[in-house]
């Protein structure tokens, strides 16, 4: 087997990342899009959420991470104790994660459970692929806020339906590959469908946003209910 080669630049990220809440154990920001989680090994991804915020929190640690293309709130540890008492949380599966999303055509269903699960495809880095023989167990629940039209190329008008995404399992690109694999891929994105519609080739970001995060604080023992308002 040939070895997998990253060849993917990031391209500059000027937006910042917003603090919404801090203390001595945690903070909770709002990602921007086009910013990566972690630094590449690529010098030139060097740029990311992590490299950011050690330069205000040294010894900050992230407990999960959002897709380069996907904005919104994530969760920080200050220190390493805190970590393992969020990651405890999410491997427990005791963490409540919402997206807003938005997906190229109309649904049929008002809500559904998507059960399809998600292998690594080392033929096609970095995308993942469906595969129920080899895959990791994956569920998705998904809810219809809207369906509308939006001018596309040339005054087509382009079907979308915005939806709530909530992530059972957390599997790589897992909303993203569920969306594609419903026939409705997230508007904008690269990997799975979401520019192949006509008019949607020009989206300027992949419509996927962590709207809600709901957990409990290690130390207070307070439920945290973090939201934050979809950009698009």
Not at 83 to 102: D, G, H, I, M, P
Not at 107 to 127: K, M, Q, S, T, V
Not at 165 to 186: D, N, Y
């Amino acid at each position: 087997m040939s070895a997998i080669v990253d060849t993917f630049i990031a391209p500059p990220c000027h937006e910042q990342i917003e603090i919404l809440y801090q203390d001595e154990h945690l903070a909770i920001i709002n990602k921007p899009t086009g910013l990566l989680s972690l630094s590449g090994k690529n010098p030139q991804n060097l740029d990311s959420v992590h490299h950011r915020l050690v330069q205000l929190f040294p010894g900050c640690t992230l407990v999960h991470r959002l897709d380069f293309g996907t904005s919104g709130l994530m969760v920080i540890a200050l220190n390493k104790a805190i970590n393992a008492a969020l990651c405890q949380q999410f491997s427990q599966r005791t963490v409540t994660k919402l997206y807003s999303a938005l997906l190229c055509g109309h649904l049929h269903e008002n809500e559904g459970i998507i059960n399809a699960a998600i292998a690594r495809d080392p033929a096609l880095f970095p995308l993942m692929t469906i595969c129920a023989d080899q895959g990791k167990p994956a569920c998705s629940h998904y809810q219809v806020v809207e369906r509308f039209y939006q001018p596309g190329k040339g005054g087509t008008p382009l079907p979308l339906t915005r939806v709530t995404l909530a992530p059972q399992t957390g599997r790589t690109h897992q909303l993203r590959i569920h969306c594609q694999w419903l026939g409705h891929p997230i508007l904008g994105c690269d990997l799975y469908g979401g520019r192949q519609l006509p008019g949607t080739e020009q989206t300027s970001r992949l419509m996927l946003h962590a709207s809600a995060l709901h957990f409990v604080h290690p130390v207070s023992g307070e439920a945290i209910n973090a939201r934050h308002p979809c950009p698009f």
